[in-house]
């Protein structure tokens, strides 16, 4: 089974330009979790989703950061313009629906670099 | 505010040295406490979750055991393979998970 993919694995990128990170979730799971992990904030929540559906987005930093979820098999996680705080290694993560289970899955990240 | 504070930041054990990582939280009405495993280069990896005082989970060498304030990770007999960070996260609500920092393990052989 194929885990959680996201792409690009590497990015840089210079402040100003517009970045766009990828992800396929795992088939059959419902939720997706976008997360930042510095060495100062650790791993931080930035949005999640439920069913395609932001839920809760109280984590993006500010306006320059959008998230969508067109279809249950691919969500985006845009920089508008990219800074270069925002370098950091962002992982989304994918869940299922199951009452009580709460583990998520984490894919292998994308470290961005905005110089 | 929910917290997690992890210690210590960093461990270094010999190749069986048995050892316990800490995870103290402070969150109104605990409804999951979760370990994960981060490898260099990688996305976290789920390990445990534990739900109520006095619960423990077992996987191989790594034993994870919860309080009303706190959570150990219990290593024992550990050996190079188990390095890593290890991560300690609190439910908050429904879906939303709250890391520590984490604890960066090195065993040496």
């Known amino acids: 089974d194929a885990g959680v993919i996201q792409s690009p694995r590497h990015e840089v990128t210079e402040m100003g330009q517009e970045v766009t990170l990828r992800c396929k979730p795992i088939?059959?799971?419902?939720?997706l979790f976008w997360y930042r992990q510095t060495m100062m904030r650790g791993l931080e929540l930035l949005i999640y989703?439920?069913?395609?559906?932001?839920?809760?987005d109280s984590g993006m930093p500010e306006d320059r950061f959008s998230a969508k979820m067109p279809n249950a098999s691919f969500s985006t996680l845009k920089i508008q313009p990219s800074e270069p705080r925002d370098s950091a290694v962002y992982f989304c993560?994918?869940?299922?629906?199951?009452?009580?289970?709460?583990?998520?899955?984490f894919g292998p990240g994308t470290r961005l670099t905005v110089t | 505010e929910d917290q997690v504070t992890q210690s210590p930041e960093a461990l270094r054990l010999q190749e069986g040295e048995s050892s316990s990582l800490n995870c103290s939280y402070t969150?109104?009405?605990?409804?999951?406490l979760f370990w994960y495993r981060q490898d260099p280069g990688k996305g976290p990896e789920f390990l445990f979750t534990?739900?109520?005082a006095g619960e423990e989970k077992e996987k191989e060498r790594l034993k994870a055991t919860l309080t009303k304030k706190e959570s150990f990770l219990h290593i024992t007999a550990p050996k190079p393979e188990d390095s890593a960070t290890y991560l300690c996260?609190?439910?908050?609500?429904?879906?939303?998970?709250?890391f520590g920092q984490g604890t960066r393990l090195t065993i040496n052989p």
């Open positions: 993560a994918s869940k299922p629906n199951l009452s009580g289970n709460y583990e998520q899955y």
């Open positions: 088939s059959g799971h419902n939720s």
């Open positions: 989703f439920n069913n395609n559906v932001p839920i809760d």
């Open positions: 969150v109104s009405g605990l409804r999951g």
């Open positions: 534990l739900y109520s």
């Open positions: 996260a609190v439910l908050r609500g429904a879906q939303k998970l709250v």
